[in-house]
């Protein structure tokens, strides 16, 4: 009557660990970029929706509202005629890539100043653009 083997040679089970090795270290390598590439998506969809949402209610209310940029916090106030709302963080890795000034919207929805939110992390870059005279709000994506 002949042997059987049940079990698994040295060289099957090194093979089936080396390969996994090599997957894991492969992904090892794609996690911290995908996680700088959903940062910034994060932050700046947010940022867009909350400058337009804020927008909208200037319209609707017909009153002022202010936005304020903290480059060293890495955050952005939002301000009611004065009062404060709310207090809105970026991503972690997400930085302002310029320091902006506030920005006010008037009852009418236009912005009282146009200008560029740039956000940035080590390779990507995002741009939160408000048109000077009617307000459009827009993303551009850099990189």
């Known amino acids: 009557m002949a042997k059987q083997n049940w079990?698994?040679?040295?060289?099957?089970?090194?093979?089936?660990?080396?390969l996994l090795a090599g997957a894991g270290f492969l992904l090892l390598i794609h996690i911290p970029h995908n996680m700088e590439?959903?940062?910034?998506?994060?932050?700046s969809e947010r940022m867009l929706d909350d400058l337009r949402e804020v927008q909208?209610?200037?319209i609707a209310e017909n009153v002022w509202f202010r936005v304020k940029f903290?480059?060293?916090?890495?955050?952005?106030?939002?301000?009611?005629?004065?009062?404060?709302l709310r207090?809105?963080?970026?991503?972690?890795?997400?930085?302002?890539g310029n320091?902006?000034?506030?920005?006010?919207?008037?009852?009418?929805?236009?912005?009282?100043?146009?200008?560029?939110?740039?956000?940035t992390t080590?390779?990507?870059?995002?741009?939160?653009?408000?048109?000077?005279?009617?307000?459009r709000i827009r993303l551009e994506i850099v990189r």
């Open 7 to 18: 079990g698994y040679t040295l060289v099957e089970i090194l093979l089936v660990l080396s």
């Open 37 to 43: 590439q959903k940062g910034i998506e994060i932050s």
């Open 56 to 58: 909208q209610a200037a």
């Open 70 to 84: 903290y480059p060293h916090t890495k955050e952005y106030r939002i301000f009611r005629q004065g009062e404060f």
């Open 87 to 96: 207090t809105v963080s970026l991503s972690q890795g997400v930085q302002y």
């Open 99 to 119: 320091s902006p000034p506030e920005l006010t919207l008037l009852p009418t929805g236009a912005p009282v100043t146009g200008m560029t939110i740039i956000l």
């Open 122 to 135: 080590k390779d990507l870059e995002r741009r939160v653009i408000i048109a000077p005279v009617m307000g």
